[in-house]
Nanobody, 121 residues
């Protein structure tokens, strides 16, 4: 099983980034997927989750209206479009796979290695 997150980088406040997560080694289309983020010294926090079909999504209140989670099951790829970025969005972003829609890290079976997002003020 492999989840390879990419697309992170340095961006100014108000800017946009699009994260991708390429999945392999499991049946991607059978799993709900999620994005989490973590800053040093803090717990990993939920950002967004999407159902296996892509029909249902949930977001953390802190990103609702600015971030959009999506997936392409034909390409085994998960996305996170991040707009109107704020300095407080700075973190390492992780993608993860779960049997069902979930907000807790304990409910996810597979994790990617993370990609750094830094938003400057």
């Amino acid at each position: 099983v492999q989840l390879q997150a990419s697309g992170g980088g340095l961006v100014q406040a108000g800017g946009s980034l699009r994260l991708s997560c390429a999945a392999s080694g499991f049946t991607f289309s059978s799993y709900a997927m999620g994005w989490f983020r973590q800053v040093p010294g803090k717990e990993r926090e939920f950002v967004a989750t999407i159902s296996w079909s892509g029909d249902v999504t949930y977001y953390a209140d802190s990103v609702k209206g600015r971030f959009t989670i999506s997936r392409d099951n034909a390409k085994n790829t998960l996305y996170l479009q991040m707009n109107t970025l704020k300095p407080e969005d700075t973190a390492v972003y992780y993608c993860a796979a779960s049997y069902g829609l979930a907000r807790r890290t304990s409910e996810y079976d597979y994790w990617g290695q993370g990609t750094q997002v830094t938003v400057s003020s």
